[in-house]
């Protein structure tokens, strides 16, 4: 019975770092279709996120079975609950990705010198995505917290890209609605770099018991 | 153990008790009954003599507590008994031991009652008056006496159950003792019983070969381990579900990894590409895959262990390709470049030639078009027969190293450049002390002649170029500095590489075919010596070549 269990869990823990892995994969395609301005890229984006889809349910359905069949207690329940969270934010930033590449087809192949920030802040948000997968797999709370406080860092750019664009608004009013689908792409980064912190911060509750400082 | 030898013990002592039951029984019961007879046989006769002389007044005064008398008459009829009415008594003339009293003179015998299981002993005997006096007596029989013992033998078992108990705990310890006490990691040195002797020897001799082969195990773990720990090529050992069983330093560093055995390969490493190639592979028996990772191009091969449908583990091995890949790329470039370079030349020539056949040049112009043709022309040929020089360099198949006045040679080489120089504007100088070295004339020439060159091309208006050959503490040193232009930091990696350019625009106008410098590195190379460079943007070059004394061709 115990070994079922262990190998479960050991199946869960591989399935979210496979989930994981695709999240990465989706953001670099999304961000890659963007700087090259490749629209064929930008639609193969939306078969990864089906995937990203299908893994969701499918961790979601282990997640159940192993709460309903083994009644798992203390660490065991922590992470698998906090796996059950988890998902949602991967989840999440496959969607993300997958408007960002819907943005970038509507942009028809179209990028330049304003993209440039967005591109920093793409590689950014997968730089805290790998961390906090990073510290899933290594049960790693100094990692979680480093992938947290890069956050700022997507913020910080967000305000950037948003002030840029508002130039160029001024400057060239007719690229207007360029400006602001670039913007709407930027607002995708930055949310996903919240789902990543997000998901730090349920590695941090998974390891320590504690969320966001509190004991839940 | 000590319920076996309970058992054992209980049983010998019940047995020991029922055979000493029966054989009291068996024997003395018919003694006791050879005694009873007798006594049977003599009351009879004195009663016998009684009865004759007092008649049946004396029976009455009959008193035997244990006896019965019976006085029967000659035609069977009961005339007296000792025990009960004579009335009520039927005929007992076909009684056995009457009747055998009645024809011999006495009789006897003796009857089972089956339901009071007791035997009664009769005795007759014929008196003178034809009447018969018999004399009975009843006593228990076997199957009786062991019913009426019953309890006292019960007593007596349960008394043996105790003390088999007791004593079996007791010997079975005492033997137990020893037994427990067996070093079997010293199995030799134990004074137990003799009959464990040879099971001590056989275990002794199987725990030396055990541990032989366990050392030899070990011996060859360790020689596994030392093996690819110290191999560059990384090598991953995975079981059937990809869990990691083996990792040697060089994979734990392609992988950025602390720790890795007993984990699952995925969470070292999630690029997608490696997972598609480990399911490849477990279908397909092997794949291979190139992957570019901090600056170095890595080949990744994994191999299957076992068959498709019973995989046992699966073999990751990676090398590290960036230099054959760098290899290749140069290779990809210098034919690129070859082809490039020699094309040029062929194109002005063919240019130049096709306008003079068609006669489209004026009669003055045509010297300077054949003028053309020939730069050209000796341009190929000096692009051509730098290559040859490569590549003889390359094969290594240059002539034999001799002695060389590094010197002369060198202020040979400046005064020889001096006009070139003063074309350009730029002076020329030569200083420094005699030194031999050992090296090949013609190659050394080459250096010179190539740095010098260099130097004075790739100068300023009213530049200078020093050329200083100096003793080193192990050998000489040849610089040549100058006032040029200078190489850019980017570039002064690559320079010595073939057809390199730094500025690609002014190919033509500085004349040169790209390989001078790559000539210089592969002679100074071949002579064993080592070539460095110090240069600024705009400041100026120094060019330092040493030579080793000791003859260290690589």
């Known amino acids: 019975m115990r070994s079922k269990f262990d190998q479960q869990l050991s199946q869960l823990n591989k399935e979210l770092i496979q989930m994981g892995a695709k999240c990465e994969e989706v953001i670099a395609m999304a961000a890659k279709a963007l700087a090259t301005g490749d629209c064929e890229l930008a639609k193969n984006v939306a078969p990864v996120d089906k995937e990203i889809d299908q893994m969701e349910r499918s961790i979601e359905g282990l997640c ?4 309903l069949q083994q009644q798992p207690v203390a660490r065991d329940l922590r992470q698998i609950s906090a796996a059950l969270k988890m998902i949602t934010d991967m989840e999440r930033i496959g969607d993300q990705a997958e408007d960002i590449a819907e943005i970038v087809t509507f942009l028809g192949g179209r990028t330049g010198a304003e993209c440039g920030p967005i591109l920093a802040m793409a590689e950014a948000s997968i730089e805290m995505v790998t961390q906090s997968v990073d510290a899933f797999v290594n049960r790693d709370v100094a990692l979680a917290k480093k992938a947290i406080e890069h956050d700022d860092v997507v913020d910080d750019y967000f305000v950037k890209v948003k002030s840029s664009l508002i130039s160029l608004i001024a400057e060239k009013p007719e690229d207007g609605e360029y400006a602001l ?3 709407m792409i930027a607002k995708y980064i930055e949310r996903i770099g919240d789902h990543a912190t997000n998901i730090a911060e349920w590695v941090v509750f998974s390891v320590t018991g504690t969320h966001k400082g509190e004991i839940l | 153990m000590t ?10 002592a019940s047995v020991a008790m029922l055979l000493g039951i029966l054989l009291i ?13 007798n006594r049977l046989v003599s009351e009879l006769r004195l009663t016998a003599a009684a009865v004759e002389m007092g008649g049946e007044a004396y029976l009455e005064s009959f008193q035997v507590d244990d006896c019965r008398l019976t006085w029967v008459g000659a035609d069977g009829i009961v005339l007296f008994d000792s025990q009960g009415e004579t009335a009520d008594m039927e005929n007992h003339a076909d009684r056995e031991e009457v009747k055998e009293a009645l024809e011999t003179g006495k009789g006897e015998s003796s009857r089972y009652s089956t339901t009071l299981m007791e035997e009664t002993l009769y005795c007759a005997k014929r008196l003178s008056d034809g009447t018969v006096l018999r004399i009975s007596v009843s006593y228990a029989s076997v199957p009786a006496l062991l019913f009426g013992l019953l309890q006292p033998l019960l007593v007596v078992f349960v008394i043996a159950l105790l003390c088999s108990i007791l004593l079996s705990k007791r010997l079975s310890r005492k033997i137990v003792q020893p037994l427990n006490a067996i070093d079997l990691d010293q199995p030799l040195e134990n004074e137990a019983y003799d009959e464990l002797s040879p099971l001590l020897t056989h275990i002794g001799r199987q725990q030396r070969e055990i541990s032989a082969q366990k050392q030899e195990l070990e011996d060859r773990q360790d020689e596994f381990y030392t093996v690819i720990e110290n191999m560059n090529e990384g090598l991953v050992l995975l079981n059937a579900k990809g869990i990691i069983l083996s990792i040697n330093p060089a994979a734990l560093a392609f ?18 590409e490696i997972e598609k190639a480990f399911e490849s592979a477990a279908q397909h028996g092997k794949s291979s895959l190139q992957v570019s990772r901090s600056g170095r191009e890595y080949q990744v091969n994994l191999n299957r262990i076992g068959p498709q449908n019973d995989m046992s583990g699966m073999v990751l091995l990676i090398f590290d390709i960036t230099e054959k890949v760098f290899a290749e790329r140069n290779r990809q470039e210098f034919t690129a470049n070859v082809s490039h370079e020699l094309k040029t030349p062929l194109h002005s020539i063919m240019g130049s030639a096709e306008l003079l056949e068609n ?10 078009f054949i003028g053309y043709i020939r730069n050209e022309s000796a341009r190929l040929v000096a692009l051509i027969e730098d290559i040859i020089r490569l590549s003889q360099l390359d094969e290594a198949s240059a002539p034999e190293m001799e002695p060389v006045e590094l010197y002369e040679l060198a202020a040979g080489e400046v005064e020889s450049l001096t006009q070139p120089a003063k074309a350009k504007n730029v002076s020329i100088s030569m200083e420094g002390e005699s030194v031999t070295i050992s090296g090949v004339r013609q190659l050394l020439h080459e250096v010179i002649y190539n740095l010098c060159d260099n130097a004075i091309k790739y100068n300023v208006d009213g530049g200078w170029v020093k050329v200083r050959v100096s003793k080193t503490a192990d050998g000489a040193a040849l610089v040549v500095a100058d006032s040029g232009i200078g190489i850019p930091a980017e570039h002064q990696d690559r320079i010595f590489e073939r057809f390199y350019r730094v500025d690609k625009s002014h190919s033509k106008e500085s004349g040169g075919t790209g390989l001078g410098l790559s000539i210089v590195k592969h002679a100074v190379q071949y002579m064993g010596g080592t070539i460095s460079l110090d240069s600024t943007p705009g400041v100026g070059t120094t060019v330092t070549v040493s030579f080793h004394k000791k003859e260290s061709r690589p």
């Open chain 1, 64 to 67: 159940l079975k192993l709460l």
């Open chain 1, 181 to 183: 689908d670039l913007l």
């Open chain 2, 3 to 12: 319920k076996k030898i309970f058992h054992s013990m209980f049983f010998v």
């Open chain 2, 25 to 37: 029984m068996g024997v003395l019961f018919a003694y006791f009954r050879t005694v009873q007879k």
């Open chain 2, 255 to 272: 992988f950025h990894a602390d720790t890795a055995v007993g984990r699952d390969l995925i969470e070292i490493e999630r690029s997608p």
């Open chain 2, 359 to 368: 006669g489209l040049v004026k009669e003055e112009d045509i010297p300077r």
